[in-house]
């Protein structure tokens, strides 16, 4: 009972059965791959296949239709290293993720583990405030944002009432505050979001292993980190994965909160691709290339994840 | 029509998640389209009734649009536009896709284009377009400097639509309060410009302009007011030893450092700055009239005039464009229907700018149109002067400029190195910069 597998083994299950050939066996596995086979097609065509030719179009340059077969076909790779834009975009995307994701994971374990408690009252509306900004469109939230930490905005009223700022502070007009109201908004957004992943975990969680940390004498601080944290392991894999999946996507609140500005210290790498491919003089070989950069981004900060959180061997 | 553009739509929006993926660009064969050649079959045999546009703002191009169908409709009972409302942005994105994808039997017949986003589409993409060649379409009837948007390789791809010609408006209850009068504020430098702005602003607490800071507009307003642009002829970037862009960015932080000019972060933040009476005028493409008079209660206090000239610069001028756009006719089109609409309407009927004006503001670029009487009664919220005339006879004199396919990157490179320069930076490094973007962009 000390890990909980929220997907089990399903190994244990099958090896009994490996007499291979039995027809009934068969038929099964056949019916399994029919009722799959809809979903895997349109899965090959609309994602796959996509892919594959994102990839193929990374490997051409040129501008406009007129593409060609990159030489070197690293072309649009090599040029990724040597675009000062590039490497803006890469290192703020890199700021937002580094900062915004531990910072929401770890509020949304504690929101979680405060909802969870038994003695709570209004459990349920205090469940809904904060899963609500899920609800709310990327860019509506964008703008109000943006309105909200403008130079007559409500957030310079409200701190220059309270006397906390003598002048008002343009907020997007500096790098770094810029990119913290982004951090700001990305917060209020997701934090909700993840809130409910670990609230779903902690159902599965057996509520006897809490009543004995506390028969054992430990606080609620070291229940969380000893008893809480460990069994809900898979799920903060689980977010971890998909906040910095989406953090390294992020192109929504660049675009409409900041406009990649000021002089495109907080424009995002997605937000860079997008300027590349239909904006400017589009670069789409290029643009592809950038995209592939983000995938295989992507791809091996969720390996390391994996290696790192998944230690259950 | 419509069903198959929402599919596209969703497409493109799919696949630029997926990692910009794939329009089948590999087959880079162009079986079915011929390129930009004047395919259209000469004007006199015109058939079919139905023509397909894409356009953006209800309240201006596409109320211009369906007054026009209403004007084409008394000689053509039969005709019917279908008119498919499709924000800049979108555009842009729908003619890439197509253009990438080479499926441009989606394309519509008609289509408007930023004037500053044409030499970009045409240069990349000109599988799209059919030029007017065949159109006997009288272009110099239009301004010039307006017509060379979107003449690409002497030949002619737009029709003008609205003007972009630059005005200065101004408070002038503001101005007679500091002892100015707009002639004060007419024909003149900016140095003199500054000096009185300066004035104006301890006597009355207002500056005379808001912008904003993230952008380059005041000072590709200045650029091209003489004449001057950030490409060379050969389409090289001019952005390090350009005397115009130097003067125009020296004067653009005179302005911002002697707080005649404040700057804010957004649009709306920048429109709000002279609608709720804190900044006492602005200059801009003439279509910023339409927000000026959001602000009713200030009706009859405002007047316009030209903008003020750079000092020391050859060939400057009081007169400069913002924006504006143009219709453009794709490959796509029944091209003898499209050239006869736009020319009996756009570029051949007063009657259709007389109607268009006074509820849209939409200004002609079409000369004739400018002889009608309705340009020329006066405006109660403009002090009752008749600002129309004042605005034609500006766009008469706009200098042409090269906006060139790389003007976005130009553009937002030299946005940044302002920025830069502002928060303290050296001009030349920050430029230096600016052009080493643009080049790499364009290798």
Known sequence: MSTIDLTPDQAGVRTPARHRGTGLEKKRSLTGWIFLLPAALLICWMNFYPMIQAFLLSLQSGKGAKLTWAHPAWYNYARLFKDPQFLQTLKTTFIYLVIQVPIMLILALILATLLNSKTLRFKGLFRTAIFLPCAVSLVSYSFVFRTLFSTDGPVNDALMGLHLISSPVNWLANAGTARFVIILGLLWRWTGYNMVFYLAGLQNIDYSTFEAARIDGAGPVKTFIYVTIPQLKPMILLTAIMSTNGTLQLFDESWNLTQGGPANMSMSMSHYLYQLSFQNNPNIGYGSAVSYAILIMVAILALIQMRVGDRRD | MKKSTTALAVLAAAS????????????????????????????????????????????????????????????????????????????????????????????????????????????????????????????????????????????????????????????????????????????????????????????????????????????????????????????????????????????????????????????????????????????????????????????????????????????????????????????????????????????????????????????????????????????????????????????????????????????????????????????????????????????
Not at chain 2, 144 to 168: E, R, T
Not at chain 2, 332 to 360: H, M, Q, R, V, W
Not at chain 2, 416 to 421: F, L, N, V
């Open chain 2, 16 to 443: 630029l998640s997926l990692g910009l993926a794939a329009c089948g660009s590999n087959n880079d064969t162009g079986t079915s389209t011929t390129g930009a050649a004047t395919t259209g079959a000469p004007s006199g045999d015109i058939t079919g009734k139905t023509l397909t546009v894409w356009t953006w703002d209800p309240t201006f191009n596409i109320y211009a649009m369906q007054e026009a169908e209403k004007v084409y409709q008394k000689t053509h009972p039969d005709f019917k536009l279908t008119i498919v409302e499709t924000p800049w942005d979108d555009l842009q994105t729908k003619l890439t896709t197509l253009a990438q994808s080479n499926t441009t039997d989606q394309l519509p017949d008609i289509f408007l284009v930023q004037n500053n986003a044409y030499q970009k589409n045409v240069i990349n993409y000109p599988e799209l377009f059919a030029d007017y060649g065949n159109a006997g379409i009288d272009f110099s009837q239009f301004p010039q400097s307006v017509v060379d948007y979107s003449v690409i390789d002497g030949k002619n791809y737009g029709l003008p639509f609205d003007n972009g010609a630059v005005i200065a408006g101004y408070r002038t209850d503001v101005l007679q309060q500091a002892g100015y009068k707009l002639d004060d504020f007419t024909d003149l430098t900016w140095s003199d410009w500054l000096t009185k702005a300066k004035d104006v602003l301890a006597k009355t607490g207002k500056p005379l302009l808001s912008g904003q800071a993230n952008s380059s507009d005041t000072i590709m307003m200045m650029l091209q007011s003489a004449g001057a642009s950030l490409f060379d002829a050969d389409g090289k970037p001019t952005i390090v030893d350009n005397a115009a862009l130097e003067k125009a960015i020296a004067t653009y932080q005179e302005l911002v450092k002697a707080g005649v000019f404040t700057e804010v972060n957004s649009w709306d933040e920048y429109v709000q700055t002279f609608v709720n009476g804190n900044v006492a005028g602005t200059i801009n493409g003439c279509w910023i009239l339409g927000s000026i008079q959001s602000a009713t209660a200030q009706s009859g206090k405002w007047d316009i005039t030209d903008m003020p000239k750079l000092e020391g610069v050859d060939g400057a001028t009081n007169y400069s464009a913002n924006g504006g756009s143009s219709w453009a006719i794709s490959a796509n089109a029944n091209y003898a229907l499209a050239a006869d609409f736009l020319k009996s309407t756009f570029a051949g009927s007063t009657e259709f700018y007389d109607t268009i004006l006074p509820s849209s503001g939409a200004l002609a670029n079409w000369a004739p149109a400018a002889k009608s009487a309705v340009y020329a009664q006066p405006q109660a919220f403009f002090s009752n002067d008749a600002i129309y005339t004042k605005i034609v006879s500006y766009a008469g004199k706009v200098p042409s400029n090269n906006t060139g396919a790389y003007y976005y990157e130009a553009r937002d490179a030299v946005s940044t190195a302002i920025t830069k320069i502002m928060g303290g930076t050296d001009m030349a490094t920050a430029l230096k910069e600016a052009q080493d973007t643009v080049e790499f962009a364009m290798q």
